[in-house]
């Protein structure tokens, strides 16, 4: 496994009103975070605040295309981010215990944190299509290019880590400052990573690894047959 130090290329936040930061996700122009009781999204060029949106919104967050899908205790919430409107709602593969979300060629990726496992879920039905195993304790997830990659956080120690979508062998780490905590991650399609920063009210931006090229980056299709 190759291993690295993580590096932060921008803090965002801490924002007004906002104690803590779960999940995170990217639409493309905005960056959502959720906080507890609030959905909100954030200029990443400027860091400013443009929109919050009130609804439950208590670990990861997730983006489509077109809609949200939201973490809320022992469900997932798909909302329509234009008015805020809860669409549609499925049962979490973890019963409460779910941390990351992220959307990969029609299907939810979903962690499930002291289990330490990552979820395949059809979004219309909630059933768990595939399940990865995890060694360490499960926060955010997201997919770039092929590569899955999710967060850890264990007492006070936190990194990213790119995973074998087939087995779950961790494939590459990178190692976050002592004290920096990931609660949330998302990529925003390019060279970066955005990841909520728990209690500290924060998001930070990572720089996601070059690649030489494609061949060697040890994941494949992201999903089976059976999905949408």
Known sequence: MKRSAAKIVREYG???GVDNVGGVTYDGQQVWFAS??????FDPASGQTVLSIDVAAHAGTAFDGQH???????????????TGRVLATIPAPGGGGDSGLAW???????GQYRDRKIHQVDPETGKILRTIESNRFVTG???????????TWEGDESELRRVDPRTGEVLESLEMPPGVNVSGL???GGD???CGGGSSGKVRAVRRPRR??????????????TSK
Not at 68 to 82: C, G, H, M, T, V
Not at 104 to 110: I, K, P, Q, S
Not at 212 to 225: E, L, M, N, Q
């Open 186 to 188: 998302e990529s925003d």
């Open 141 to 151: 997830v997201t997919w770039i290019d092929g590569e899955l990659w999710h967060g």
């Open 68 to 82: 949200l899908f939201q973490l809320a205790e022992d469900r997932i919430q798909k909302i329509d981010p234009k």
């Open 104 to 110: 990969a060629e029609g299907t939810l990726w979903v």
């Open 212 to 225: 030489v090229s494609a061949a060697g980056s040890g994941s494949g299709t992201p999903v089976d047959p």
């Open 36 to 41: 507890g009781a609030t959905l909100n999204a």
């Open 14 to 16: 801490p924002f007004p």
């Open 192 to 194: 970066r990573f955005f």
